[in-house]
């Protein structure tokens, strides 16, 4: 299994939910406005909601930018959990990605892998909200792709499909693209049913639920499946932990 992971020349990974930490950030704004003290609303449903909004959002609104998504989601959960909408709430969720911090093994992990694959971002969000997210991470990507750039969300297929557009201008082909992603329902299906190989960053391993993404619409199987990036950055290169 090692070898072939080496055989790949492109890694393209989503963002946020694998490289960055999007349930913490998006808890730290929305656990003190619907689950002041003494409430009963636990994190899981909080997420539930969130994710139930998300959806709702991008698939209502696909050429909308990703802050508006995150108005109109907020709007939903607060409606789904029964609590009234506070906008100042909304802005501050949609202002607030680029605050979201990356997973602890994220950075080295990606410093790791960019000696050997050529890396390619695929996300959800507008060009502003990940250019303060970039900043944060501490490599320049060979390309990124945005939600902003293709007129539509995943689990829509544009993001790939312009991914392989790409990809085929230096040269590559598919047999040589691994897609890395943590949510099922937004990345590993569609990737799957283009024919992708694929790696889950499983980072609610050992939590039930599906946390801030939907359940995915049908049963998906990813080629590998990792705790971590740093899990995936040494099975792919072969590397020792520092």
Known sequence: MVGELSSFRVMTFDCYGTLIDWESGLLGVLRPLFAPSGSSVGDEEILGAFAEGESAA???????????????AYRRAA??????????????LACGVGDWPPFDDTVEALRVLKRRFRLMILSNVDRRSFA???????????????????????PAIRHFRRAEEIIESWGLKRPQWLHVAQSLYH????????????????????RSGWGATKQPSEAVTPDWTFASMRELAKAATKLAED
């Open 187 to 206: 990345d590993h299906v569609p990737a799957k049913a283009l024919g992708l190989s694929t790696a889950w960053i499983d980072r609610r391993r050992g």
């Open 132 to 154: 303060r997210t970039q900043a944060g991470l501490g490599i320049e990507f060979d390309a990124v792709v945005t939600a902003e750039d293709v007129g539509a969300y995943k």
């Open 58 to 72: 991008e698939a209502e609104m696909p050429t909308a930018i990703y802050p508006d998504v995150l108005r109109f």
């Open 79 to 92: 409606a789904i959990l029964g609590i009234d909408a506070d906008p100042s709430g909304a802005n501050r």
